[in-house]
């Protein structure tokens, strides 16, 4: 095989993650469905993917261009859930994807706290 350019990194990470933003876009636009069930759909779609085996590739193609979006927490979620079910058995149903998801939770918790403790809450 041959050895891709970092430079090819950036770009697939940057249109792979874009069209994602894309689609999410056009569902606000376009729908009359609420951020809240546009941000679970997109978690869903990740599980899913992940499930029947088609978010890894893209995960390997686009770098952080897939990973980081939230369809890629529930890509991370569902293949905790596999390793800790292989490892674990019924019992990593439960634990698994909490157990991969783990860093991300408390860094969003961390900051969200931070962030709330520097700023100052008001009427809108």
Not at 64 to 90: C, Q, R
């Amino acid at each position: 095989m041959f050895e891709r350019s970092v430079n090819m990194e950036y770009i697939n990470a940057f249109w792979v993650g874009g069209l994602i933003c894309v689609i999410g876009q056009i569902l606000i636009d376009k729908t009359n469905l609420t951020p809240a069930r546009i941000l679970t759909s997109f978690v869903v779609a990740g599980v899913i993917l992940g499930a029947i085996g088609l978010y890894e590739p893209l995960a390997d193609f686009a770098g952080a261009g897939a990973s980081v979006p939230i369809s890629g927490f529930g890509y991370l979620m569902s293949d905790g859930v596999k390793e800790a079910l292989k490892s674990d058995g019924a019992l990593g149903i439960l634990t698994g994807g909490l157990t991969s998801a783990a860093a991300g939770i408390a860094a969003a918790i961390f900051f969200g706290l931070v962030a709330g403790l520097c700023t100052r809450s008001g009427d809108k």
